[in-house]
């Protein structure tokens, strides 16, 4: 194993040390390091809340910022936060409005994020990320995973919420959002967890995991690598047979850390033809390493359904350390 590090305890701490150090202008640290938060907070609007293990950035602290995230908590690499993680996070960042947690489908996440709100002497709501089509249940989860789709809804979330709609609003907006959006994933290697030093998983060279979860869960299934066309065609067929009638669409065309951007626009191009293919329309795009596996290679495909609030929403300005966007 090769990484940049000092040691594989000190991973965590040093790299929130230095995303914060050079994006002080959008992001602060909260005491002991338990959350990120904006620099500036907004006084008066619902303050979102997501988190969970490290290795997927920059989900979720590079979303932190105007548009998105009020704050962030990290778990240890694919690891959940702890409830008082949370707590301290929305002791800091509620203006008044209410505070509405992101959650990844995972058993983890979900018990912590449950007990933070439990616990909490506040109103926080919570909305339940599951829009990975590949399995039904999972090693880490009950029900399906919750993927890239999670930063499609904070993104449309985060711009509802900066137009200072009162907290009910942001939490069914988000339930919309999840039940709009479908994404699966595929492997080409495995990632190495620091701390392990070896591969999660083994793949021979002439193999791809077909349905692989974000920590390297297995799939649907171990195949032959196949060329990039079939290999978009068939999770494109997963995802449009249950997004319903074919219409307006966003597709986000996401690395898992190790896959270069050459190769993802090649996905983007396979897919986009996929999709219209079933009679989709592809209105907007976003393309690059957004919800990452450590350094595995490989990708996932999201496709969320727009309709015109979906859409607006989705084109609202952000600032963030890895999304920005003005009108």
């Known amino acids: 194993m090769k990484k940049f590090m000092n040691g594989p305890d000190a991973i965590l701490a040093e790299?929130?040390?230095?995303?914060?150090a050079a994006h002080d202008d959008i992001v602060a640290m909260?005491?002991?390091?338990?959350?990120?938060?904006?620099?500036?907070?907004?006084?008066?609007?619902?303050?979102?809340?997501?988190?969970?293990?490290?290795?997927?950035?920059?989900?979720?602290?590079?979303?932190?910022?105007?548009?998105?995230?009020?704050?962030?908590?990290?778990?240890q690499v694919f690891t959940s936060p702890t409830p008082?993680?949370?707590?301290?996070?929305?002791?800091?960042v509620d203006g008044g409005a209410g505070v509405l947690f992101i959650v990844k489908n995972y058993e983890g996440d979900v018990m912590n994020f449950e007990m933070a709100a439990e616990m909490?002497?506040?109103?926080?709501?919570?909305?339940?990320?599951d829009d990975d089509v590949a399995v039904e249940t999972s090693t880490f989860s009950t029900g399906r995973r919750g993927?890239?789709?999670?930063?499609?809804?904070?993104?449309?979330?985060?711009?509802?919420?900066?137009?200072?709609?009162?907290?009910?609003?942001?939490?069914?907006?988000?339930?919309?959002v999840n039940?709009?959006?479908?994404?699966?994933?595929?492997?080409?290697?495995?990632?190495?967890?620091?701390?392990?030093g070896t591969p999660t998983f083994t793949l021979d060279d002439d193999e791809m995991e077909m349905g692989v979860g974000i920590h390297g869960e297995p799939g649907r299934r171990r195949v032959k690598l196949e060329a990039a066309d079939a290999i978009a065609e068939e999770i494109v067929a997963a995802i449009?047979?249950?997004?319903?009638?074919?219409?307006?669409?966003?597709?986000?065309?996401?690395?898992?850390?190790?896959?270069?951007?050459?190769?993802?626009?090649?996905?983007?191009?396979?897919?986009?033809?996929?999709?219209?293919s079933r009679g989709f329309r592809v209105t907007r795009s976003l393309v690059g390493n957004f919800v990452t596996s450590l350094d595995m290679a490989g990708c996932s495909l999201t496709v969320t359904r727009l309709d015109p609030e979906i859409t607006r929403l989705w084109d609202a300005p952000v600032h963030t350390a890895t999304l920005r966007q003005r009108i």
């Not at 790299?15 to 914060?20: E, I, M, R």
């Not at 619902?46 to 778990?75: K, N, Q, R, T, Y």
């Not at 993680?85 to 800091?92: E, P, R, S, Y």
Request: glycine share 14%; net charge negative; hydrophobic share 50%.
């Open 15 to 20: 790299s929130l040390d230095g995303f914060v």
């Open 30 to 75: 909260g005491e002991d390091r338990k959350f990120v938060r904006r620099a500036v907070l907004s006084p008066g609007k619902v303050a979102l809340i997501s988190g969970g293990g490290s290795g997927h950035e920059p989900l979720h602290a590079g979303f932190v910022g105007h548009g998105m995230l009020d704050a962030a908590c990290p778990g």
């Open 84 to 92: 008082d993680q949370m707590i301290a996070a929305a002791d800091a």
């Open 120 to 129: 909490a002497d506040r109103e926080i709501l919570t909305v339940i990320i």
């Open 147 to 176: 993927v890239a789709g999670t930063m499609v809804v904070e993104k449309i979330v985060g711009a509802a919420a900066e137009e200072g709609r009162g907290l009910a609003d942001p939490k069914a907006l988000g339930d919309k």
């Open 179 to 196: 039940a709009a959006t479908r994404s699966m994933g595929v492997a080409l290697t495995s990632c190495i967890v620091p701390a392990a």
């Open 240 to 276: 449009a047979a249950e997004m319903g009638a074919p219409g307006d669409a966003l597709l986000l065309v996401n690395g898992f850390g190790g896959t270069p951007l050459m190769e993802l626009y090649l996905m983007y191009h396979a897919a986009r033809a996929s999709l219209e």
